[in-house]
């Protein structure tokens, strides 16, 4: 798992959802970032950068790709 990965909200949740889930790394020092992105169909991505071994790397990893994290 790279230290930085895109979070995109687009079929797996609402944007909402997401919202509240990178609000939740950021509480638990994890630097997140949004920009836009033109011509597609969900035009916000999120940016996250972790540094270390953190927990809440952990729970991106389950978050993003669905699986555990070892």
Not at 15 to 29: H, N, P, S, W
Not at 46 to 64: C, D, E, P, Q, T
Request: proline share 1%; no cysteine; aromatic share 10%.
């Amino acid at each position: 798992m790279p230290l930085t990965f895109n979070v995109f909200g687009q079929y797996e949740i609402s944007r909402a959802e997401q919202e509240l889930f990178i609000r939740k790394l950021a509480e638990q020092g994890v630097s997140t970032h949004s920009f836009m992105v033109n011509n597609v169909a969900h035009d916000v991505v999120n940016r996250i950068s972790v540094k270390g071994n953190l927990a809440a790397h952990k729970k991106a990893v389950v978050f993003v790709f669905n699986k555990r994290a070892t």
